[in-house]
């Protein structure tokens, strides 16, 4: 079994900062690494797929980088509405998600 | 483009059987692999398996003993069973699939979830 590792468990900062979100696998994924953001009472939603691929309608604030087993989501310069809980997930063998990182306002 | 609703019984008894069943719209049902991933209240996302529209499925090695997904093709609907639960299946249900790749490599498209409260 494939577990990934996010860090940090939470993160606090200001609108308009940059965020660095990271998920660590325990065994090589290659690039099958997708990122999601959840808020509060909402499913979540897509943003990277193939380790760096936006999806659709995603803002290019959002980049994701990485592979085999260290990726890293960044966020640049924050909005209000990214303020909120985001997972990695990987599609080898089965699908598995991380813990979650959460990014609070400070 | 595919939307999905889910449906079912907002609480089940323990030792009972869970079922839900989600709703496909704007798009068929041939083509994707459809999932279920439930989340637990302040928890995170667990996937608990998926099944294709030719009859096959793979679950989670965790809860493999107990799940059973499967198609409907006429209904265009997908159904989630997992019996003996206890109060540690509470929790959000999402049905999902990946509709750009139809694989599972990164789910776009998501139900709104429903909870499911194991009580007695």
């Known amino acids: 079994e494939i577990v990934l590792t996010q860090s940090p468990a939470s993160l606090a900062l200001s609108p308009g900062e940059r965020a660095t979100l990271s998920c660590r696998a325990s065994q090589s994924v290659s690039t099958y690494l997708a990122w999601y953001r959840q808020k509060p009472g909402q499913a979540p939603r897509l943003l990277i797929y193939?380790?760096?691929n936006r999806a659709s309608g995603i803002p290019a604030r959002f980049s994701g980088s990485g592979s085999g087993t260290d990726f890293t989501l960044t966020i640049n310069s924050l909005e209000p509405e990214d303020f909120a809980v985001y997972y990695c997930q990987h599609n080898t063998n089965w699908p598995s998600f991380g813990q979650g990182t959460k990014v609070e306002i400070k | 483009q595919v939307q999905l609703q889910e449906s079912g019984p907002g609480q089940v008894k323990p030792s009972e059987t869970l079922s839900l069943t989600c709703t496909v719209s704007g798009g068929p049902i041939d083509s994707y692999y459809w999932s279920w991933v439930r989340q637990p209240p302040g928890g995170g996302l667990e996937w608990i398996g998926y099944a294709y529209h030719s009859g096959s499925a793979k679950y989670n090695p965790s809860l493999k003993s107990r799940v059973n997904i499967s198609v409907d093709r006429s209904k265009k609907q997908f159904s989630l069973s997992l019996n003996s639960v206890t109060a540690a299946d509470t929790a959000v249900y999402y049905c999902?699939?990946?509709?750009?790749?139809?694989?599972?490599?990164?789910?776009?498209?998501w139900g709104q979830g429903t909870l499911v409260t194991v009580s007695s």
């Open positions: 999902a699939t990946d509709a750009r790749t139809g694989t599972t490599d990164g789910f776009d498209v």
């Open positions: 193939g380790a760096s």
